[in-house]
């Protein structure tokens, strides 16, 4: 940090590092409660592209309780119901949410930088919250062992956060997490994946849709007029894939789905594709003192199942509830930070070991053979038994188990 630059400092009880879903939601239900909160968010603003863009069930029954799922379902955005695998022997039907018992039997696509905006524009409402956009941390402010805020610099100069409780909610490459040293527990994942979006027809097929073939895997998820694709390639493999030219990339999406063949010339310059290093990874201990990690900045999540913003949105419910009536109280001690990781810890691992059992045995398999999969006959037979066949759409939809706002929190 530069050294000439006066320093403002502020106070606050909650200090939020991050407006990623885990910040601005865990921001918003502070502030509804009256609790002064902080929101610090590096970038100017929420655009992202291909960041996640699903709302998974238990998200919008989570948006339904703070009573916002009917404002946000007013802003223009697409639904998933389903997902199929394309195999040489027939469609697979991997989910069907509409068998699920839930008010929002969906996945809703929704651009992550208006859910973002729409978040944060209701947490205004409340003259105890405050976002500081531009707003980089760069250190920590700790005192007697325990965190007691923030120093962060924007273009006015250098700035002190003081609160009684800082979270960490900034990401895959969290900077508090670094800061705090934490010990990261990772695991391999065999792939990463490029995001690029094509024309999609109306009279194409609907919701999500997967298929293999030349060493790769194509998701295509529906956004109406447009398909969102994943092109699934082999960990390590993009500088190999980029020098083979977008025509060689053109040519074998085009191979494993030749429904796209009169549109795949949109895909013009590399700059319309985006890589996503695909990470899967946990803090051993999510807090310390005056201190509290969620979201990613807890755990990268593959993007097998697109459970990350929703785990995230989880960690924030899970972090209100038990935290606000010690940050009302005025204290907060380890006990209540380690609540929140003993609530959370274990949904994140189950998770995380249904991604890394999907890719090793299906990702992995996929993108070392240029043959469509043969799926093995107990999947196909899971999939088609009425009391088992739900079950991978119920973990996509929920996780481990579904988290609820506490009802004294809801308004
Ligand atoms: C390309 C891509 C595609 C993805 N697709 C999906 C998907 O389809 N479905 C899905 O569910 N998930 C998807 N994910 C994952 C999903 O985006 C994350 O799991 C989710 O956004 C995590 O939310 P979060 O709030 O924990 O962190 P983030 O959303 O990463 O938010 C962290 C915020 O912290 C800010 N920040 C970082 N450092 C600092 C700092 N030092 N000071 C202040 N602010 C800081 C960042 O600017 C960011 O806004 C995808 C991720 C990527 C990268």
Redesign the pocket.
């Known amino acids: 940090m530069s050294e000439n630059k006066s320093v403002e400092t502020f106070e606050t009880s909650c200090c939020i590092?991050?407006?990623?879903?885990?910040?601005a939601i865990l921001a918003l239900i502070l502030a509804r409660q009256k609790i002064p909160v902080a929101l610090?968010?590096?970038?100017d603003d929420f655009e992202r592209d291909?960041?996640?863009?699903?709302i998974h069930p238990s998200a919008l029954e989570i948006l339904d309780e703070l009573g916002l799922a009917a404002r946000l379902h007013e802003l223009p955005h697409s639904k998933i119901h389903g997902g199929s695998f394309m195999t040489p022997g027939g469609t697979l039907t991997v989910a069907d949410f509409r068998r699920l018992k839930t008010r929002f039997p969906y996945i809703m696509m929704l651009p992550?930088a208006h859910f973002l905006e729409f978040i944060t524009e209701e947490a205004k409402q409340y003259t105890n919250f405050q976002l500081r956009m531009g707003?980089?941390?760069?250190e920590l402010i700790e005192e007697s062992g325990s965190v007691v805020g923030v120093r962060?610099e924007d273009e006015a100069g250098l700035h002190e956060v003081r609160a009684l409780l800082t979270v960490g909610?900034?990401?895959?490459s969290?900077?508090m997490r670094h800061l705090a040293k934490k010990e990261v527990v990772k695991t391999s994942p065999p792939m990463d994946v490029l995001?690029f979006r094509l024309p999609r027809r109306s009279d194409d097929a609907e919701g999500l849709l997967a298929r293999n073939g030349s060493g790769h895997l194509v998701v295509m998820l529906d956004r109406l007029d447009e398909w969102q694709i994943a092109y699934v390639i082999l960990k390590g493999s993009y500088g190999e894939i980029r020098a083979a030219g977008i025509d060689a990339l053109r040519q074998s999406l085009v191979s494993i789905a030749p429904e796209l063949a009169d549109r795949v010339a949109h895909l013009k310059e590399w700059k319309q594709v985006?890589m996503?290093a695909v990470e899967s990874s946990r803090v051993k201990q999510w807090y310390q003192p005056g201190l509290l990690l969620?979201?990613?900045?807890a755990h990268v999540?593959s993007?097998v199942g697109?459970?990350?913003?929703?785990y995230?949105i989880q960690d924030a419910v899970v972090a209100a509830n038990t935290l606000v009536e010690p940050l009302r109280a005025g204290r907060i001690e380890v006990r209540h930070l380690r609540e929140v990781q003993r609530q959370r810890e274990w949904p994140t691992r189950f998770i995380q070991r249904i991604q890394a059992f999907v890719q090793r045995v299906l990702v992995a398999n996929v993108l070392r053979t240029d043959r469509p999969l043969q799926v093995p006959r107990i999947v196909r037979l899971i999939l088609r038994t009425p009391l088992l066949r739900d079950i991978p759409a119920r973990i996509i939809a929920f996780g481990l188990k579904r988290v609820h706002v506490k009802p004294s929190l809801r308004s």
Request: aromatic share 6%; proline share 5%.
């Open positions: 590092v991050g407006g990623g879903p885990a910040g610090l968010e590096a970038h291909f960041r996640g863009d699903t992550q707003a980089r941390v760069e962060y909610a900034d990401g895959r969290s900077r995001w985006a996503l969620i979201g990613d900045a999540m993007p697109g459970v990350g913003i929703n995230a």
